[in-house]
C-alpha cells in the first residue's frame, strides 16, 4: 500500500521508516526463579533479544522489497506497548504519515480496526493511513 502511494505522487524518491513494535515478552511470576536456568532479567533480556533479530528480519525483507521502487526505508524495532510506541513516534515526527496494517482484533467493539489502531486515531494529529488486513472479520 505504501509503494501505492508512492506511485500515485509521482515522486523520484520518497524515504520511509518501517516501525516494528514487539509486545513486552509475558513473564510467568509464578514459576519459582530457584528452578529456573537464568534469573528473571536474563531472561527477559534474551527474550527481547530474540524478538528485535525477528522483527529485524521481517522488516530487512520489506525493505528489499522496496529497494525495487522508488521508496527508501529505514527500520526501526520497539519493544513496548503497540499503540504508545506509535504514538511516541508519531509525537517525534509531526510530519509523518504513519500507515498502520489492522488485523481488527477488537471486534465490533471497534468496528473495523482494533484497539491499538483506535488510540493512536485519537492520539496524534499526524494523517493516519489504515489498512485493514486480510482475513479479517468485522
Not at 514487539?22 to 532479567?41: K, N, V
Request: proline share 4%; net charge negative; hydrophobic share 35%.
Amino acid at each position: 500500500h505504501v509503494e501505492s502511494l508512492v506511485r500515485q505522487r509521482g515522486v523520484d524518491s520518497v524515504r520511509v521508516t518501517i516501525l516494528n513494535v514487539a509486545e513486552t515478552p509475558d513473564i510467568l511470576s509464578g514459576y519459582p526463579e530457584a528452578e529456573m536456568e537464568l534469573t528473571w532479567q536474563r531472561h527477559v533480556e534474551e527474550k527481547q533479544s530474540w524478538m528485535r533479530r525477528e522483527a529485524s528480519r521481517y522488516l530487512d525483507g520489506i525493505i528489499d522489497r522496496y529497494k525495487r521502487s522508488a521508496i527508501i526505508a529505514d527500520k526501526e524495532v520497539v519493544i513496548g506497548r503497540p499503540s504508545e510506541s506509535i504514538i511516541n513516534f508519531a509525537t517525534d515526527d509531526p510530519d509523518a504519515v504513519i500507515a498502520i496494517a489492522s488485523h481488527g482484533q477488537a471486534g465490533s467493539k471497534r468496528w473495523s480496526y482494533g484497539t491499538t489502531t483506535d488510540r493512536v486515531l485519537h492520539a496524534v494529529q499526524n494523517p493516519v493511513f489504515l489498512v485493514r488486513t486480510e482475513g479479517t472479520t468485522s
